[in-house]
Structures are given as structure tokens and as C-alpha cells.
């Protein structure tokens, strides 16, 4: 009961789909040895699935803009959804952010959405501290029995709040630790098969790494600019909406990025990034083979979870590869004031078949910033950003006394 509500619930809502898990279980083996759906010989879907996937939503127009990619990008007010060690190599002392994003827009609704707030301060030039509020509004919704009665109204809701602390351990290379609570509100007080549900709570870290050379000297005398970026991500307990003992994973998550910027000239800056994502979570059976044990997959604790998850997938390390997901994103700054990004999107077919193209403008004037970012999806799978316009406001502080 436990999983069946945390994925009508929290994947419907969130992500505006609906998945069946008796799908997920009923995949056979081909001629070929290869696991495909019975009846119609499709490869085999074996989407990977956690609770509280809000959490993997990005919040910041900036990144949205270059295809979801963030961890090696330049510090800012948004580090810490990414990776909270880029504030090490801010350029500012204080900044905040704010950033909305309407959330499955293209079906009419007005009141679903995340709202982010960010922030970071320097404390030396070697030490920085940060935190963010991330606050998802799944609007009102009508709750029935399995009747079809209605057993009221309510307004789910889910937020995370988080403080990180980064410190650079030598002039280019910094580490973070982020701490933070997250709250789900899906159906509290609702009843289901007798069992009074109420919000799910969890708590998590974040562990972050930069590496970043601003000082790449070319032959004709430009300094270029270097970065590699990775996190892990939610790394915590399990989380539950009910007294029972079946707890769901936390979408512990690992990237990896790399960033480069060619200084153009005085005024002319080019930034090229790429990054992968992948779940640090197990994969399910597929129903392929029966020494699969789903129960035994679901007792895992986090951390059994996490170093299992690299190696689990039922097809082998082909399947372990398709969990990947691909990013790559170009920043064009002029003058440090005006910014135009467009980055690609790549996720396998099996795992939830997310494909878009994204673009977006980035305005900046004395400490005043503006981002916006546009999403197209170039697949057949919905998106709930689909061809949505989210923006960030930004705001910078002073010069960081360390250039």
C-alpha cells in the first residue's frame, strides 16, 4: 500500500504521468536474450523510481537554460540545488536568488509550481556558507475512496530546506557538506485500506567537489577558464507516509561535469559544459528473472542502496549504462550584462525517455540579474515543462575579496 501510494501520488502529480508498476514486472526474454515487452516485442521499460522526485526538479533558470546542467558551472545564488562547493569560486560576497517555475502549465493549471530561494555568503576567501527553500505546490486536489466518493479537498505541498558549508582546500580545488530537511504533504489525514496517511519527513546531505583553473594562460595572451564538478545527492534516510515499517528511497543522485570558457576577448566570453546524472537507486526486477527478489531490493538500507545501485540493473552493465542521463549547454556573456544559453537534454527510452532542447536569455545589471529559459521537448514523451517559460531573479553583493 505504502508504494502504491507514494507513486499515484507523488509521480502523478509531480511529473504528470502515470506508471504501472505491473508494467515495470512483466517483461520477458526474446529469441536473442533480450528483455522485451510480451505481446509487442518493445524493448523492456524499467524506469528507475523514489520517493520524493521534486527534489531532482531544477529550480534555476540558468541551468534550465544549458540542458539542465550545473555542477561545474560558475558559483552563484543557485549553487547549492547542483553543487554547493562552486560558492568557493564565486565572485561575489553575498548573492541571493528567486525562481519560479509553473509546473504542467500546457494542461491549464495556474496553481502547481516550485518556488526556490538561494543564497550564499562569503565568509573569507576560502570559506562560504549557504542556504535555499525549495516549495512544490501540487494545488488543490479532490481525494475519493476506491469508490469513487469524495473524502474531501487538500493542497499537497512538499519542501526542502538546506544550509551547506564549503571551504576551498587549496586554490583550486574546494569541497561542501550540505544538510537539509525535506517535508511531503501528499495526503496527510487521508485514510487508505484503513491506515491513516500523514506527511512523509526525511533528512539528507549533499556532498559537493570543484576543481577550477581561472587562470589558463593561450598564446595570445586570454586567460581561459576550467572546471570539473561532482556531487552526491540526497544522500538519507528512507522516507515513509504511513507507521508501517516499508520506507521508499530518497533520490540519491550522482553527477559528474566538466565546464570551459574562452575568453573571446575584452568583452566576449563562450562557456561549453557537459554532464551525466544517474540514480542512486536500486533498479526494480523486470520480471526477467526469478531469483529477483523486489522485496529484498526494497529493505536495503540508504547506503546499501546507493553502492548497490552501480551494479544491479537485471540486464547487466548495458541496462546500468542506459540509467545515465546526458547534458551539454554554451553561455555566451557580452560585457558581463547580456547572456544567451541553449544546451540538450538526452535520457534512454527505457528509463523515461526525456528528450528536449533548451534555451534562454540571462540579463545582468549593477547587482540585478534576470534569467529566463524555455523548454522544447524533441520526443514523444510529455514533459511537464513543456514549452514553458521559467524565470530567476538574482541579486549580487559586493566584490568577493579574492579574485
Known sequence: MQRILRNSLSILAIFGLTL??????????????????PGTGAPCINTVVSAVPFLRINPDARGGAMGDAGVALSGDANS??????????????????ATYT????A?????VYLAYLGGYKKLDEFQAIGASLRYFSLGDIQYTDVNGQSTGTGKPNEFEFSLAY????????AASLTGKYINSNLASGQEVS????????????????TYRNDNIRTSSGKRNKFAIGAAITNIGAKITYTQDTVRDFLPANLAVGAAYTFQLDQYNELTFTVETNKLLVPSPCDGTDVNCNQDQIDDQSPIAGIFSSLSDAPQGFGEELREFTYSIGAEYWYDKQFAVRAGYFSEHSTKGGRKYLT???????????????????????????DNTLRFSLLFDFGAASAK
Not at 504501472?20 to 515487452?37: E, I, W
Not at 509553473?102 to 502549465?105: A, E, R, S, T
Request: net charge negative; with cysteine; hydrophobic share 45%.
Open 102 to 105: 509553473p509546473w504542467l502549465q
Open 194 to 209: 484503513g491506515t491513516v496517511l500523514e506527511a512523509g519527513q526525511a533528512f539528507a546531505a549533499d556532498l559537493g567537489f
Open 166 to 173: 564549503t571551504r576551498k582546500l587549496s586554490d583550486r580545488f
Open 359 to 385: 534555451a534562454g536569455l540571462g540579463l545582468k545589471y549593477n547587482i540585478f540579474g534576470l534569467n529566463f529559459s524555455y523548454l522544447v521537448p524533441t520526443s514523444a514523451q510529455r514533459n511537464p515543462l
Open 80 to 97: 547549492i540545488h547542483y553543487n554547493a562547493s562552486r560558492m568557493a569560486f564565486a565572485e561575489q560576497d553575498v548573492a541571493l536568488g
Open 107 to 111: 494542461l491549464g493549471l495556474n496553481d
Open 20 to 37: 504501472s508498476l505491473g508494467a515495470q514486472n512483466a517483461c520477458v526474454l526474446d529469441d536473442n536474450g533480450n528483455a522485451v515487452q
